[in-house]
T-cell receptor, first 114, second 115 residues
Framework: DVKVTQSSRYLVKRTGEKVFLECVQD?????MFWYRQDPGLGLRLIYF???????EKGDIPEGYSVSREKKERFSLILESASTNQTSMYLC?????????????FGSGTRLTVV | GDSVTQMEGPVTLSEEAFLTINCTYT??????LFWYVQYPGEGLQLLLK?????DKGSNKGFEATYRKETTSFHLEKGSVQVSDSAVYFC??????????????FGQGTTLQVKP
């Protein structure tokens, strides 16, 4: 069964910590995405990558960075976690092309920063 | 820019009721349209999609028709079940956006079905 796997379902971190959220896909997808989901705000795109070592900023990149050293893995990094980064984080992947395929999502990581 | 607008929720229905969740879009190109569903505590799952005008996507009793003239992609189901309780997201992918396949999502509509 093809899938996107996020390393943790629940995570609690302290303010100021450096946090790594990992995402791995086994579908040989070119594109990978990180979103955060907050009540009343829907899904907001943080960063995306359309190739190894390539990345582009989404709508809310401030306070985040990403790494894509291998095609199957896309990491989201919170350089210095803050309480306003408490959220549900969703990773997704898709084939390259002109958008007919849609995304496959991971199950999400619920991050709490205390 | 491109955008998706969904009806605000929550939508509360009794079991076996008819469901409509409205979705309209604005896009400069010729988008593909999607409905995703998110069950409590889970990520999003693709429910159905349509890639060109007048296409009808369907899955698990849900349907949506791509209406270019009204720029709409409303989700319908004839008889909802308690297990359909979830958040539903409408999304589009602009084919003119090049190779990224990036989706634009609506805000999501929460559906609660009561027995």
């Amino acid at each position: 069964d093809v899938k996107v796997t996020q390393s943790s379902r629940y995570l609690v971190k302290r303010t100021g910590e450096k946090v790594f959220l990992e995402c791995v896909q086994d579908m040989d997808h070119e594109n990978m995405f990180w979103y955060r989901q907050d009540p009343g705000l829907g899904l907001r795109l943080i960063y995306f990558s359309y190739d190894v070592k390539m990345k582009e900023k989404g709508d809310i990149p401030e306070g985040y960075s990403v790494s894509r050293e291998k095609k199957e893995r896309f990491s989201l990094i919170l350089e210095s976690a803050s309480t306003n980064q408490t959220s549900m984080y969703l990773c997704a992947s898709s084939h390259a092309g002109q958008g007919n395929y849609g995304y496959t999502f991971g199950s999400g990581t619920r991050l709490t920063v205390v | 820019g491109d955008s998706v607008t969904q009806m605000e929720g929550p939508v509360t229905l009794s079991e076996e009721a008819f469901l409509t969740i409205n979705c309209t879009y604005t896009a400069t190109g010729y988008p593909s349209l999607f409905w995703y569903v998110q069950y409590p505590g889970e990520g999003l799952q693709l429910l159905l999609k349509a890639t060109k005008a007048d296409d009808k996507g369907s899955n698990k009793g849900f349907e949506a028709t791509y209406r270019k003239e009204t720029t709409s992609f409303h989700l319908e189901k004839g008889s909802v079940q308690v297990s359909d309780s979830a958040v539903y997201f409408c999304a589009l992918s602009d084919r003119g956006s090049g190779n990224t396949g990036k989706l634009i999502f609506g805000q999501g509509t929460t559906l609660q079905v009561k027995p």
